[in-house]
């Protein structure tokens, strides 16, 4: 997924992509990746041999990129947002500033367990 960057009449930003809701901010997500990771584990005989491989699901992850305005807040580590119909709870983020009234932030969350 990517964003549509747009001026419109009354020069307001218009970004094509999703927004989030994190606390009381919002904020555009750009892009993101989900990923479904598990974790695989083998049963060996008495001589070595592999007799049988069982594969467990593990929380969801997701990374990506929001886009916020300069000056507010960016999202504390633990905060949730609601994606799809799943939260998840941000576990990493990173800002960059490339003009001055917006700001990109990088950022990985994992699925909140219910």
Same mark, same amino acid.
């Given at each position: 997924?990517t %964003?549509?960057i747009?001026?419109n &009449?009354?020069?307001? #930003?218009? !970004? *094509?992509?999703?927004v989030? @809701?994190? *606390? @009381?901010e ?5 892009? #993101?990746?989900l990923?479904? &990771? ?5 049963l060996?005989?008495?001589? *070595?041999?592999?007799?049988?491989? +069982?594969a +467990?699901q593990?929380s969801a ?11 507010? @807040?960016? &999202?504390?580590?633990? %905060?949730e947002?609601?994606?799809? *119909?799943v939260? #998840? ?5 990173s ?6 009234? !917006?700001a990109?932030?990088? !950022?990985?969350?994992r699925?909140k367990? @219910?």
């Amino acid at each position: 997924m990517t %964003a549509n960057i747009t001026i419109n &009449p009354a020069n307001k #930003y218009v !970004f *094509g992509s999703k927004v989030v @809701t994190i *606390g @009381t901010e919002e904020f555009v997500l750009q892009d #993101y990746s989900l990923s479904r &990771p598990s974790e695989v584990t083998e049963l060996n005989g008495s001589s *070595g041999e592999t007799i049988c491989v +069982v594969a +467990v699901q593990k929380s969801a992850e997701i990374s990506g990129t929001f886009v916020k305005e300069s000056a507010k @807040t960016d &999202p504390s580590l633990g %905060a949730e947002f609601t994606l799809e *119909g799943v939260t #998840y709870f941000i576990t990493e983020t990173s800002e960059s500033r490339s003009n001055g009234e !917006f700001a990109t932030i990088s !950022f990985s969350a994992r699925e909140k367990l @219910t």
